[in-house]
């Protein structure tokens, strides 16, 4: 007897349920759960709880450790050609849209304390397909920037003890060009890191409350030399005048913003942390200082490392691949030896980041893995470790596996769309769940001011990314802008909240997940094609997956009793809440 049987017992059973997917689509797909469902009945289909032991000093070193990766190393010189000395604020303002979308993570997190993180919340929104949908793209992109930043941190080594990288790995001229270097170091890492996270959540975050603290040392070594041997002019004059413009500001606040984008990347991580909520002991008091606590201590620390960098070197100077190892690479003044340093350094950070987010992955797909919209083995925590031990080695060995022998350069681009689109879904999430009580408010006119905003903020991205430089570009950004902040006021004014968080919520509601939702369209507009290319495959195949399996998986499960997401969206009411907040005083 399983869960499936109706649907895949058979052939001839499969080719029947196929028959009937358009009614089962529109049963499944927009059906919501409740946050009392996703912290009782959800939840137990894991067997064994996740044992509560993190607080929110575990919180903040997994959100440092996840963030504070190799990325800042290359995003520097990146952000510095975009922006000039400004990268400085270009960090800042990447740090407050970070925060932003950190707030809206924080009042799901609190309200509701579960491993799914943004699968969770959208699955108590806007329902099950888009909950999948979201969730499919989060762990695809796990694992593809995972086995990237594995293999990266055989080069980082390789500079640190100075060993040419191609010495580290394994070339096999018969296999395509592409997936011929085969990175055995890269292959360990994964799997060692995958014993760490299977073991125990507890000690996996003294490992990475270790690491964090010798990467953040390698950092601070950094900031100090670089204002040490830097020049306050390097701020205001490039090396060559005549062909780069002077000035802290030499490209304006255009150039601002597209650093900005550029070194939105180096944020991405603290998410994972929202996984970890299950396993929280205070949910209330830790997670709203552990996510938001994360975020603003990392973007200190970028904000130093990119003025001690542009006080080191005029930004025309600046390597834009490797900035900060490149800048002390043959010195013959006796600093060439940094270069080593930063190299370690690295490795240590991409270590962190790498243990972070293995840990988030195997979260994901173990609260996936309970809405049975996957192969519920997926859900199953070890009663002795307390730990999501099938996702985990499933991943990690997935991981492993791409780690091998495909050679994924970490580009900027290529990580990020995945993760702002679901910044940009729980933004929207967020505000959803503020001014509609299903069953009893008109979802309508927040529907359809969130539909309204997203527009006019894509049409602003579009113009602002693609029209010529001039007055009528000003003119229509100026105009759409005002358009934007109109529909905001009105619907504040005019909608009211339907419900109040009990504990944290969102300040300034609606205005903060308005602004992010904003900014994470603003930062999607500045990405390149291919990588809205690869979201498109991958969405595409997520769709494939989720009506020849993932749908009549979902349909099975409530036939047979295990499903509670029968209603449709907007026949559920605030049930439960009692028992919703005293499940967070565990």
């Avoid at 500079?159 to 997936?179: C, D, E, Y």
């Avoid at 834009?320 to 002390?328: D, G, I, L, Y």
């Avoid at 495909?406 to 959803?432: E, P, Q």
Wanted: charged share 15%.
């Amino acid at each position: 007897m399983g869960s499936h049987g109706s649907s895949f017992s058979s052939l001839p059973a499969y080719l029947r349920a196929l028959a009937h997917t358009p009614t089962r689509l529109a049963r499944r797909a927009g059906s919501v759960s409740t946050s009392f469902a996703e912290l009782s009945q959800v939840r137990a289909r894991s067997g064994p709880d996740m044992r509560r032991t993190l607080r929110w000093f575990d919180l903040v070193g997994l959100g440092v450790g996840g963030m504070v990766g190799a990325g800042v190393f290359v995003t520097t010189g990146s952000g510095a050609h975009s922006a000039g000395p400004a990268v400085i604020l270009s960090y800042a303002i990447a740090g407050l849209c970070a925060l932003l979308s950190a707030f809206c993570y924080t009042e799901f997190a609190v309200d509701m304390p579960v491993a799914g993180g943004a699968f969770s919340y959208l699955r108590v929104t806007f329902g099950e397909f888009a909950a999948f949908m979201t969730g499919a793209n989060l762990v695809m992109d796990y694992v593809m920037s995972n086995a990237a930043v594995a293999r990266s941190f055989t080069s980082y080594l390789g500079t640190a003890i100075g060993i040419p990288t191609a010495k580290w790995r394994l070339t096999v001229p018969s296999l395509p060009h592409g997936f011929n270097e085969i990175d055995i170091v890269a292959v360990v890492v994964v799997l060692i890191i995958t014993l760490i996270i299977c073991y125990s959540t507890r000690e996996s975050s003294v490992l990475n409350m270790v690491l964090t603290a010798l990467h953040i040392l390698f950092i601070v070594f950094v900031i100090l030399v670089g204002f040490w041997l830097g020049n306050w002019r390097n701020l205001t004059e490039p090396e060559d005048p005549k062909k780069h413009p002077s000035g802290f500001f030499p490209y304006g606040v255009s150039g601002v913003f597209k650093g900005a984008a550029t070194v939105y990347i180096s944020y991405i991580g603290y998410d994972a942390v929202s996984t970890m909520a299950e396993e929280v002991r205070d949910p209330v008091k830790d997670i709203p200082i552990g996510v938001s606590g994360s975020v603003i201590l990392v973007t200190i620390l970028y904000c130093l490392m990119a003025a001690s960098m542009s006080k080191l070197l005029p930004y025309d100077m600046i390597d834009e691949k490797a900035p900060f190892s490149e800048a002390f690479r043959g010195k013959s003044d006796g600093w060439g030896w940094v270069s080593n340093v930063i190299g370690l350094g690295a490795s240590f950070g991409i270590l962190t980041s790498l243990l972070v987010a293995m840990l988030g992955q195997a979260r994901y797909l173990c609260v996936i893995g309970r809405s049975r919209v996957v192969p519920a083995w997926f859900a199953r925590v070890h009663p002795r470790t307390s730990t999501p031990v099938n996702a985990s080695a499933f991943l990690g060995i997935f991981t492993a596996a791409i780690a091998l022998f495909i050679d994924l350069d970490v580009l900027l681009d290529f990580v990020s769309i995945g993760t702002l689109f679901v910044f940009y879904m729980v933004a929207n999430a967020v505000i959803y769940r503020r001014y509609v009580v299903l069953g009893t408010t008109n979802p309508r006119p927040t529907l359809s001011f969130l539909c309204t905003f997203t527009l006019t903020s894509i049409i602003f991205t579009l113009v602002s990314h693609l029209a010529p430089a001039g007055k009528p570009k000003a003119f229509v950004l100026t105009a759409f802008g005002v358009i934007a902040l109109t529909i905001l006021q009105i619907f504040h004014c005019i909608v009211p909240q339907a419900r109040k968080p009990e504990h944290w919520g969102v300040p300034l509601m609606p205005w903060i997940p308005s602004i992010s939702i904003f900014l994470n369209i603003f930062l999607l507009g500045s990405l390149s094609g291919p990588s809205y290319l690869r979201f498109g495959f991958f969405s595409a195949l997520a769709v494939l997956v989720y009506v020849f399996y993932s749908v009549h998986a979902s349909f099975d499960a409530e036939e047979d009793g295990f499903d509670d997401l029968g209603q449709k969206n907007g026949e559920i009411s605030m049930e439960s809440k009692e028992i919703d907040q005293e499940s967070l005083k565990v």
